[in-house]
């Protein structure tokens, strides 16, 4: 029998239980409106399978996905009929594809409307652009025979800054109005995490949480409500003690003012956590706060263990990764600190 290869010196672990009480106090927060998840990139690097199946099991119908080949990672545990893809059709085999296995597309423009119907049409979604000018329908060829033609699932438009409170929502809420008094559609949608936060107003029927589902949190008003669901861990590979004015990683960066207790552990920046922690990130281990130092590399990363003697080769310890403090350290954006989290993790 082939030796199966051992576990990983690296895991993420995913607290379900936070994920599905995220999506509920978003669901709570979305009042009468269904609420949705979006679970591109991977479920926004948790999985996007354990994320769906816990999602599923909270009572979450309706997924976003942006590329048609994510689908292949839930197969088996959701209805295609409730996975809508954002980018949409871009070529006549991905309208096959979709009319084939009964996957949504999220139509963006007049040639993907027209892609759609050539490969049978049926249930769709419609992505209206209401500012951002990044990816759907200008509100210009709304009228157009082929968007009559469509069957229109859910019609939505997406906010550009919902985590900020600037008068270009309210524009943005107010051509998406527009879009829904020009057309019919079964449902009406418009917000992301932040945005269910503007209100009633901004719901339609279905919201579309992503970041806040895996613990980000945009806007003050969520601190209450959203729970951490990620946390990096990690094995320390090797301990040493250091003589003050002894260095630790590439570049000697870090240089010890003392006698002090080095550990390396096994993530670096081809795991995603990139050099930026480099001489900033925290590792914890029971209640203790111990610093990285040095240069992240790309396998490894030191850490100062002089504060907790007690560990050794073998001890995992876990990346301080609080979404919101994270970024505020690290000067990445909630959304690149959970997607760049590598493939080396076991999940
Ligand atoms: C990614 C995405 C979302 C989720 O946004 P968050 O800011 O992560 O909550 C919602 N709608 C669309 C169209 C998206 O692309």
Redesign the pocket.
């Known amino acids: 029998m082939p030796a199966k290869p051992p576990p990983a010196a690296l895991r993420l672990d995913i607290d379900g239980e936070a994920l599905a009480g995220n999506w509920r106090a978003l669901a709570g927060l979305s009042g009468k409106a269904a609420t949705g998840a979006?679970v591109?990139a991977d479920g926004y690097g948790v999985g996007a399978r354990r994320a769906v199946s816990v999602l599923a099991d909270a009572g979450c119908r309706d997924f976003?996905i942006?590329h048609w080949r994510e689908f292949a990672d839930l197969e088996g545990l959701v209805a295609p009929g409730t996975v809508s893809v954002?980018h949409g059709p871009l070529t006549p085999e991905d309208a096959a594809y979709g009319k084939a296995i009964g996957l949504k597309p999220v139509i963006n423009t007049l040639r993907q409307a027209q892609l759609w119907l050539e490969a049978g049409g049926g249930p769709c979604d419609l992505?209206v652009d209401t500012a951002m000018n990044r990816l759907g329908l200008p509100m210009a060829e709304i009228g157009d025979e082929a968007v009559k033609r469509l069957e229109i699932d859910v019609l939505?438009s997406?906010l550009a800054s919902a985590e900020e409170d600037v008068p270009l929502n309210e524009r943005q809420r107010q051509k998406w109005e527009e879009a829904k008094a020009a057309l019919s559609f079964r449902r009406s949608s418009l917000a992301?995490?932040?945005g269910i936060l503007l209100g009633s107003a901004y719901h339609g029927e279905l919201t579309?949480?992503?970041?806040?589902l895996y613990g980000?949190i945009?806007r003050r008003e969520l601190e209450t409500h959203i729970r951490q669901v990620v946390r990096p861990m990690a094995a320390i590979l090797q301990v040493r003690e250091i003589e003050a004015g002894e260095s630790v990683g590439y570049n000697a960066t870090f240089v010890a003012a003392q006698r002090m207790r080095v550990g390396t552990i096994a993530l670096g920046y081809a795991d995603g956590y990139l050099r930026c922690w480099s001489g900033k990130g925290v590792m914890l281990s029971q209640g203790r706060r111990l610093p990285v130092i040095g240069r992240v590399s790309m396998d490894l990363t030191g850490v100062d263990l002089t504060g907790a003697p007690d560990l050794g080769e073998g001890d995992w310890l876990e990346a301080e990764y609080s979404l919101p403090q994270a970024a505020t350290v690290s000067r990445l954006s909630q959304?690149e600190l959970l997607t760049l989290l590598g493939r080396r993790f076991s999940r």
């Open positions: 979006a591109k976003f942006a954002l992505m939505m997406h992301n995490s932040a579309r949480p992503g970041l806040s980000g945009q959304y």
